[in-house]
Structure formats: structure tokens, C-alpha cells
Nanobody, 123 residues
């Protein structure tokens, strides 16, 4: 079983950048497909990006493609989300999630979740 803790959120102006971290403990991140979701007030949790268990493949939602980058550092047992060219509509609580097996864009199939980190983008 893995425990996940996000950090790195905050307040940033539109056009700025943030780097979110998801620190894992208990098991290595290379044992899991990892994903970032976000949830804005009054909205459902939505998929943003995933990294396959092998680390060889990534996938992005249309809303963040070209602006966000998911990566992992096995030595540090962490997954990252580099967010560039941020927009006010990126404002949300960001969650990292993991599952053993095939990566998915569907939140219900992920077994492990962090507590979330707030990202607020001002216009």
C-alpha cells in the first residue's frame, strides 16, 4: 500500500507556473500508474494527466496538453506536475492518484489518493 502527499500549490498570476509534487511512501511509485486529477468548486473531479507504471507513456487532457507535464523521480519516490502558462480556469484542488495496473483516465479505478493541494490562478 502506498501513501501519497501533494504539495506545491498556491496562488499564481495568469501566465505563471507552478510545480506540484506528490511524495509517495510505503511503496515505490514505479509500482503504480500515476495520475493527476483536479476538482474545481461545484464541479466533478476531472482527469488531467497520467503516467504509466513503466514510466514510458504519458497522456494529457485537451485542456492541459502542451502546458502541463507529468514526470516521476524514482530515486525520490515522487511524481511531479509542472504547470506552465496557467489560466484562471486551472484553479482547483489538484490530487495525485495511483493504481497498480493499467493507467486510466477514470477516477473511480484509482485506489490511492493524496489529500489534494489548492492551486489558485488570478487574472
Amino acid at each position: 500500500q502506498v501513501q501519497l502527499v501533494e504539495s506545491g500549490g498556491g496562488l499564481v498570476q495568469a501566465g505563471g507556473s507552478l510545480r506540484l509534487s506528490c511524495a509517495a511512501s510505503g511503496r515505490t511509485v514505479s509500482s503504480y500508474a500515476m495520475c493527476w486529477f483536479r476538482q474545481a468548486p461545484g464541479k466533478e473531479r476531472e482527469f488531467e494527466t497520467l503516467l504509466t507504471q513503466s514510466g514510458g507513456n504519458t497522456y494529457y487532457s485537451d485542456s492541459v496538453k502542451g502546458r502541463f507535464t507529468i514526470s516521476r523521480d524514482v530515486a525520490k519516490n515522487a511524481v511531479y506536475l509542472q504547470m506552465n502558462s496557467l489560466k484562471p480556469e486551472d484553479t482547483a484542488v489538484y490530487y495525485c492518484a495511483g493504481r497498480a495496473g493499467i493507467a486510466s483516465t477514470l477516477a473511480p479505478v484509482y485506489d490511492y489518493w493524496g489529500q489534494g493541494t489548492q492551486v489558485t490562478v488570478s487574472s
